[in-house]
């Protein structure tokens, strides 16, 4: 098995996330036209490494989080998502 190291195609992230990650977006305050996003890239354990050079090809943004016998790849930040992701 190949171990990625960095992030050479652009190409190859696009499909990785179109398959393994999601973006969502959900009101948090009407009145004020408020609301929030969530980049998600969620793996098994033994993929942890690559989550950690997914993060680092976007400028180290976000946050790698266990979640059980997986971790995932988590950013919140409207700006981040909207400026990097």
Partial sequence: MEI????TEPQWLVGFIAGNGSLSAYSKN???NAFRVR???T?????LELLKV???YFGEIGG???NGGSYNYEVCSY???????
């Avoid at 990625?4 to 992030?7: C, L, Q």
């Fill in 4 to 7: 990625i190291t960095n992030i």
């Fill in 30 to 32: 009407t009145k004020r």
């Fill in 39 to 41: 980049f998600l890239i």
């Fill in 43 to 47: 793996q098994h354990a033994r993929d």
């Fill in 54 to 56: 997914i993060k680092s």
């Fill in 64 to 66: 790698i989080y266990k």
């Fill in 79 to 85: 700006k981040d998502c909207y400026n990097l992701i």
